[in-house]
T-cell receptor, first 112, second 114 residues
């Protein structure tokens, strides 16, 4: 089976712009979670979607949003980018039965 | 709320020596416990997990961990490390009622020297 794929892998944006990141889960996985990884704050949970519904949400401002499509693919959007949004954004998918999350390689976002 | 503490930011060790990476957690509810490894420029890979049952769990690449409820610890061990084990290791917990929300520790960089 193909693993979790994330596109694009690298992205450079300017402050004030918005960005959309995409995640394709492993086939058959219906849960998709997003995490932000930075040197200062480490790995932080953003949100989790299951069957197109947001099931859990972390402590991030409303500029961070996401959605999930009927084929389980997910996107996250960050509006009005700030320098502090520079990070590695990781997506993970999961099968409901074993609580294991499989991570993609991440999207490296740089805000200048 | 849950929190995870990995006291050692870096652990240097010689090849073929044993290693223990420490993890302590705090939670007011029952949790599931995980260890993940991250190699440079890659995502995270699950090493092992504890959901219930035997407190000693075995994972991939020869790693094992022991869940100690009274000490709220979940230390990772390997009896003999290889150069290829050099990576960042993350301990994580999730509450049983929000199982897909992982709370991570700050990570421990394992540096294996020849």
């Amino acid at each position: 089976k193909a693993g979790v794929t994330q596109t694009p892998r690298y992205l450079i944006k300017t402050r004030g712009q918005q960005v959309t990141l995409s995640c394709s889960p492993i086939s058959g996985h219906r849960s998709v979670s997003w995490y932000q990884q930075t040197p200062g704050q480490g790995l932080q949970f953003l949100f989790e979607y299951f069957s197109e519904t947001q099931r859990n949400k972390g402590n991030f401002p409303g500029r961070f949003s996401g959605r999930q499509f009927s084929n389980s693919r997910s996107e996250m959007n960050v509006s009005t980018l700030e320098l502090g949004d520079s990070a590695l954004y990781l997506c993970a998918s999961s099968l409901e039965i074993n609580y294991e999350q499989y991570f993609g390689p991440g999207t490296r976002l740089t805000v200048t | 709320a849950q929190s995870v503490t990995q006291l050692d930011s870096q652990v240097p060790v010689f090849e073929e020596a044993p290693v223990e990476l420490r993890c302590n957690y705090s939670s007011s509810v029952s949790v599931y416990l995980f260890w993940y490894v991250q190699y440079p420029n890659q995502g995270l890979q699950l090493l092992l997990k504890y959901l219930s049952g035997s407190t000693l769990v075995k994972g991939i690449n020869g790693f094992e961990a022991e869940f100690n409820k009274s000490q709220t610890s979940f230390h990772l061990r390997k009896p003999s490390v290889h150069i290829s084990d050099t990576a960042e290791y993350f301990c994580a917990v999730s509450a049983m009622d929000s199982s897909y929300k992982l709370i991570f520790g700050s990570g421990t960089r394992l540096l294996v020297r020849p």
